[in-house]
């Protein structure tokens, strides 16, 4: 992600590629992450390598049961950003520079984000698996502590200096205008992101796919999407910013509620054995 970032502004502004000199740099960046990523892992040994062999049918319906609802959910979220795009295409090209601008700079505001919510779940997984969900509660709570104490000093930073990160993707002076106003708006709602992401790594732990799932589906279709419309028709670009601002913390909303009142606790992936008597 950091080498895409030096590598997008470089390629677009410097070596004049434009379009495609994005898609080299993410291609390159992509690459070079990979090779690195293999060469490490095979030095340090740190994946035990075995003979594959056929799983069984339980396995093989447990990886369809937790992988297809996986796989939903990246089409959920990809045709919900092509949504939003009609959106934010229909305002012109100073609109569509700055939201692609503003969006390169989201894929970084939200890394410390993803991060917690892959060491939650990964932590989760293991407590849940042994049936601690007191020590599960205390992992949810303290994850969110510290992704709102996080992504609220990020949003600080963003709301003082949004307008030179954004100068470091474009040039023109309506697009870093409307890349600024945009970071402006949503600032201060990346902490309910934030809160997102932990509670729905502390469900995905327990195998509740197909709820988190359903918790993307609301997020994008039934609050991002139309809230983005609604706002926009009523406060004109300026409303895209907090149309997708408010989506953030009413997701958060419905993320606290399943976390709360679901019943994901009750989820069983694995049947325990019977001792055997003798």
Partial sequence: ???????????????????AGAAYATLL??????????????????????VPRKPKWKEFGLILRLGIPAGLQMMVISGGMMAIMSVVNSYGEHVVSGFGAAQRLDSIITL??????????????????????????????????????????????ISLFGKYAIGLFIKEPEAVRFGEEYLRWIAFFYPFIG????????????GAMMQVLLLNIISFWVLRYPFTAIFSAWLGE?????????SFLFSSCAAFLYYRYGRWKTMK??????????
């Fill in 1 to 19: 992600m950091i080498l895409n970032t030096v590598l997008a502004p470089v390629f677009i502004s410097v070596f004049h590629w434009g379009i």
């Fill in 29 to 50: 960046s992509q690459g070079i992450a990979f090779l690195y990523g293999l060469f490490y892992v095979i030095k340090n040994k740190l994946v035990p390598f075995s």
């Fill in 112 to 157: 410390p984000a993803m991060a917690a919510g892959t060491a939650v779940n990964s932590m989760a997984g293991q407590n849940i698996g042994i049936g601690n969900y007191k020590r599960t509660g205390e992992i949810a709570k303290h994850g969110v502590m510290y992704v709102f104490a996080c992504m609220l000093l990020i949003a600080v930073c």
């Fill in 195 to 206: 809160i997102n992401f932990v509670l729905n790594g502390i469900v995905r732990a327990s």
């Fill in 238 to 246: 300026k409303g895209i910013g907090l149309g997708i601002g408010m």
């Fill in 269 to 278: 992936l694995f049947e325990k054995k019977k001792a055997q008597s003798g």
